[in-house]
């Protein structure tokens, strides 16, 4: 057998020695893109006397992973840690970093409250070896690994779990964060804890005619935004993030560093989409950045309810997705009001005039107009306002300072007029109340396979965003701003998808069901109740792809996709 390995450091004899304990097979693929100024050389043969060694460690190691974690498990775990990684990456509760790591990136207060399963600890990775070793410690002590790249979770489970006996260990991959960009080849090699705002800022720096399609809040960081997808602004012209992932690097279940070709077809379709964190874990991305003119135009206008917002939005409904391509029009619904955002690939004057044919309700004109750069946009999307300096987009700090409960779904036929003045009526006509986000689709979504990646919604007019947030502690407020926000979508349930009900993984919502365990493995069955929301038909190609990479169901948390029923009994 051929060991691939870059370079016998003590830090990759440590590493070595872990995954001997593990399985003794291990594949090494370090992507020049990453690393320009070390190009690796890989080397086919291991000298005789450090395999004859490494196999001598493995063999009187003799410990097979557990299938859940005692309290011996969590102390071996982190004595395996320490012979492969630095301690100063690892937090435990003990140190006084915990804490503040673990919020670094929380923006749900609602999974950070004391009763709240917490990890036993953190691993800061920095480099892709300190991710296999963790992996490989865990899954030979029986203590689970959670992702997360950027805290953007709406059910906290990148971080915490709803089971409170849980024992498992939080894989932070914020440090990992590097940018190379390519602008010849309009393509760049991004690490998952890059977030879009740093991304946006790099492209911008680097061309005022290239671009990437993502979303529009800058501090959502690139792990879980491409692996669920990655909807934005530019989506009607050029799709989905996942659309324009060229390669990835993963480390699978077996600690093994696998790019494309490697991986295979299946894998790199699965963490396209269906939530990278059910199959291991994605330390960097390369992607197609696209082309967009030097000078782009945004504007926002908003409309009262005594200004006809109700006939605007319901107008909107049948306009908006059947709009060019270069332009998206989304809405937010908020107090006694709509505010109409664009953003629009080209200059003032054309957009005015398509908005006159198409949309002359909405009273556009050339005053309405902001011509700016694409990298600028983004920050209007995201603030509405073009005032903010450019740099705001590399603010990764975040103060956790709310609690909140999201609800998404996908609209096939308009909703009509009656609905949305019902809605103001009973649930937005007062002030203080959160947003209703429609984003609309077709364009380039639509002319894309549901299975091409696994986000099969692409046929829908647009989807929709029910937010409720707020700031005050304590059961009252918790269970008043739910029921706000299940209020709202139940009143709106016999205008939305069903049979079943579609839902952007993304947007995640446990409403929709949890995992249980059949054996030591999930459930399919049960699974399916949510899984068929998020994923519609690509659900069984995607168990079936996770019993190929993850047979032992390492990789799991309340909605992980679980194996297939004849790959989980064999």
Not at 266 to 280: K, M, N, V
Request: some cysteine.
């Amino acid at each position: 057998m051929a060991l691939y390995f870059i370079k016998w450091t003590e830090q990759q004899m440590k590493l070595w020695y872990v995954l001997l304990q593990d399985n003794f097979c291990m594949h090494i693929y370090t992507s020049p893109a990453l690393q320009p100024s070390r190009q690796a050389k890989l080397i086919m043969a291991t000298p005789p006397i450090i395999l004859h060694l490494l196999l001598t460690l493995f063999i009187l190691s003799g410990k097979t992973m557990s299938s859940s974690a005692s309290r011996d498990d969590v102390d071996a775990f982190l004595g395996c840690l320490s012979t492969a990684i630095p301690p100063s990456i690892v937090h435990t509760p003990a140190n006084n970093s915990y804490s503040p790591l673990l919020l670094s990136s929380v923006r749900n207060l609602r999974y950070a409250l004391p009763g709240t399963a917490k990890p036993l600890a953190i691993v800061a990775a920095t480099e892709p070896a300190h991710v296999q070793a963790t992996v490989l410690c865990g899954r030979r002590h029986g203590v689970r690994v959670r992702i997360r790249s950027g805290g953007h979770d709406y059910e906290g489970l990148s971080y915490a779990s709803l089971d409170p006996h849980e024992h498992f260990a939080v894989l932070d991959l914020a440090a990992l964060r590097a940018i190379h960009i390519d602008a010849a080849r309009a393509e760049a090699w991004v690490e998952s804890g890059a977030s879009l705002g740093e991304l946006y800022y790099t492209v911008g720096a680097a061309s005022r005619t290239l671009a990437f399609p993502a979303g529009s809040c800058p501090t959502v960081c690139l792990g879980g935004h491409l692996s669920g997808g990655g909807f934005g602004s530019l989506a009607r012209k050029y799709g989905l993030s996942a659309d324009n992932v060229l390669d990835a690097v993963v480390v699978d279940a077996r600690g093994r560093l696998l790019n494309r070709s490697a991986m295979g077809e299946d894998l790199f379709w699965a963490i396209r989409g269906g939530g990278g964190e059910s199959f291991g874990v994605i330390v960097s991305w390369k992607v197609r950045l696209v082309r967009v003119p030097e000078t782009v135009t945004v504007f926002g206008i908003r409309r009262f309810r005594n200004q006809s917002a109700a006939d605007l939005v319901t107008k909107w409904q049948g306009v908006a997705p059947f709009l060019p391509r270069d332009l998206y029009l989304r809405v937010l619904l908020q107090n006694p009001q709509a505010d109409f955002v664009a953003l629009f690939l080209g200059r003032c004057g054309r957009l005015a005039s398509i908005m006159r044919r198409r949309f002359p309700e909405l009273g556009m004109t050339p005053a309405d107009c902001q011509e700016i750069s694409w990298v600028n946009s983004t920050l209007f999307v995201e603030f509405f306002t073009t005032d903010k300096p450019l740099d705001v987009l590399l603010d990764r700090s975040n103060k956790p300072d709310y609690y909140l409960k999201v609800k998404s779904d996908h609209v096939e036929e308009p909703i009509p007029k009656r609905a949305w003045e019902g809605l103001w009526d009973k649930w937005l006509d007062q002030p203080g109340t959160p947003p209703i986000m429609l984003d609309p689709y077709g364009g380039r979504m639509s002319s894309i396979s549901p299975s091409a990646t696994p986000f099969p919604h692409r046929t829908y007019l647009y989807q929709l965003q029910i937010y409720s947030f707020w700031f005050e502690n304590g059961t009252d407020a918790l269970e008043k701003r739910i029921s706000w926000v299940k209020g709202v979508h139940k009143d709106l349930e016999p205008y939305v998808s069903k049979n079943p009900r579609a839902v952007y993984v993304n947007y995640r919502d446990l409403d929709l069901g949890t995992n249980e365990l059949e054996g030591n493995v999930t459930s399919y069955e049960k699974a399916k109740v949510w899984g068929e929301k998020y994923f519609k038909g690509n659900f069984e190609r995607l168990a079936a792809v996770k019993s190929k990479m993850d047979p032992h169901d390492f990789f799991r948390n309340e909605q992980s996709i679980p194996l297939f029923p004849a790959a989980a009994k064999g």
